[in-house]
């Protein structure tokens, strides 16, 4: 089954305090994204990577980090997390084309 | 700035009714894509609509495009309750560029 497999679900953490969120896709897609979800504001690209070593910036890139050393993994890294980041994350890949986003289910961060 | 503006922002149907969501966009596409996200939930693609396409049907779905108008509705016949969530819709520039998303409709189907 295609998945695309986030973790953790839910985090809550303080200021400050370096954070990973891990994303795995198991349908070898080149491309994958984070994305950051605010009420009102919709989804915001943070960073996206068009294959192994290839990252590039989204919209609102600030305060995060990413690394694409294999091809199914994409870390999201906050290296000093502030409460500005408080949001739900998604991580989502696609094939080249004409196709659809796969998403994974998410991670509430909420910074303190 | 967002592309793939949704409009309304809320809608609220009573079951067995029909549901028209609109987007527009700004810019030229490759493609324009339809999501669905149950509150906290990961996003489902429902449907791609290629540029050089009008309409597109998917079960209950149906979706059009008007590229002279950059305009896009989604409607779903014969609502459900089941169909209750938040859609989206999102314009693909094509090649790697990132899909945009718009802030979504959120649908509510009251049995």
């Known amino acids: 089954e295609a998945q695309v497999t986030q973790n953790p679900r839910y985090l809550i953490t303080v200021t400050g305090k370096k954070l990973t969120v891990t994303c795995s896709q198991n349908?070898?897609?080149?491309?994958m994204s984070w994305y950051r979800q605010d009420p009102g504001l919709g989804l915001r690209q943070i960073y996206y990577s068009m294959n192994v070593e290839v990252t590039d910036k989204g919209d609102v890139p600030e305060g995060y980090k990413v690394s694409r050393k294999e091809k199914r993994n994409f870390p999201l890294i906050l290296e000093s997390p502030s409460p500005n980041q408080t949001s739900l994350y998604f991580c989502?890949?696609?094939?080249?084309?004409?196709?659809?986003?796969?998403f994974g289910s998410g991670t509430r961060l909420t910074v303190v | 700035s967002q592309q793939g503006e949704e409009d309304p922002q809320a809608l609220s149907i009573q079951e067995g009714e029909n549901a028209t969501m609109n987007c527009s966009y700004k810019?030229?596409?490759?493609?324009l894509q339809w999501y669905r996200q149950n509150s906290g939930r990961g996003l489902v693609h429902l449907i791609l609509i290629r540029s050089n396409e009008r309409e597109k049907h998917s079960g209950r779905l149906r979706v059009t495009l008007d590229t002279s108008k950059k305009s896009s509705s989604l409607l779903i016949t014969a609502s459900r309750a089941a169909d209750t969530a938040s859609y989206f819709c999102?314009?693909?520039?094509?090649?790697?560029?990132?899909?945009?998303f718009g802030i979504g409709t959120k649908l509510q189907v009251i049995p």
């Open positions: 349908m070898n897609h080149e491309y």
């Open positions: 999102a314009k693909d520039s094509g090649g790697y560029q990132k899909v945009t």
């Open positions: 989502a890949t696609r094939g080249m084309g004409n196709y659809g986003y796969t």
């Open positions: 810019t030229s596409i490759n493609n």
